[in-house]
């Protein structure tokens, strides 16, 4: 079955410099990719995603990249702010989906 | 929109007593699921349903964990007789057919003592 490894699990960063998150997966014919935050006592929320046709997807802060000759993807952050701090998981599907084990950034003011 | 609903929020039991979980998922979607999210780990899939068929149960304990969702919109997912390692966040999500954004509910807490 599919397996999700996420590195690194836990990010420290000052504010304004830039995270990033990586993720490997096993299943060659997963073909999306979502990225969740998670904080505290809340649910996952989603907060960029791409497919496998798409090697690099951007929304302001926050980009995607995926190599699926490599299976791996990661999600990078520029200018973090303090309510960037959070658990973030990856996630890969087939058909089901498979997160990964989190990565919990912190960013200091 | 309104989003996924489920309830309770929060539940302690004692070991061997039996649990359920409603979730209402936001309308028009097709699929519902539930995860288990135990602390520090990522949520893990227990059941997916389509309509009101299951598409994938492979990772429900089914000797003590079930499921169902009749008529194809809310659901629930019964623990009976809880363990203490059941202890964890029950999360609900829907989503339109296929690989699309998963929307997930705020979560029940369980606490098995």
């Known amino acids: 079955g599919e397996n999700v490894e996420q590195h690194p699990s836990t990010l420290s960063v000052q504010e304004g410099d830039s995270a990033v998150i990586k993720c490997t997966y096993s299943?060659?014919?997963?073909?999306?990719f979502p990225w969740y935050k998670q904080e505290l006592g809340k649910r996952p929320q989603l907060i960029i995603d791409i497919r496998s046709n798409v090697g690099e997807k951007k929304d302001q802060r926050i980009a995607v990249t995926l190599n699926k000759t490599a299976k791996h993807f990661s999600l990078h952050i520029t200018e973090t702010q303090p309510e960037d701090s959070a658990v973030y998981f990856c996630a890969a599907t087939f058909q089901k989906l498979v997160f990964g084990t989190g990565t919990r950034l912190l960013v200091s003011p | 929109e309104a989003g996924v609903a489920q309830s309770p929020r929060y539940k302690i039991i004692e070991k061997r007593q039996s649990v359920a979980f409603w979730c209402n998922p936001i309308s028009g979607h097709a699929t519902l699921y539930w995860y288990q999210q135990i602390l520090g780990q990522g949520p893990k899939l227990l059941i997916q349903f389509q309509n009101n068929g299951v598409v994938d149960d492979s990772q429900l304990p089914k000797d003590r964990f079930s499921a169902e969702r009749l008529k194809g919109v809310d659901s629930t997912l019964k623990i009976q007789p809880a363990k203490l390692e059941d202890s964890a966040v029950y999360l609900c999500?829907?989503?339109?057919?296929?690989?699309?954004?998963?929307?997930f509910g705020p979560g029940t807490r369980l606490t098995v003592t």
């Open positions: 999500a829907s989503s339109v057919p296929g690989p699309y954004e998963q929307y």
């Open positions: 299943d060659s014919a997963s073909n999306y």
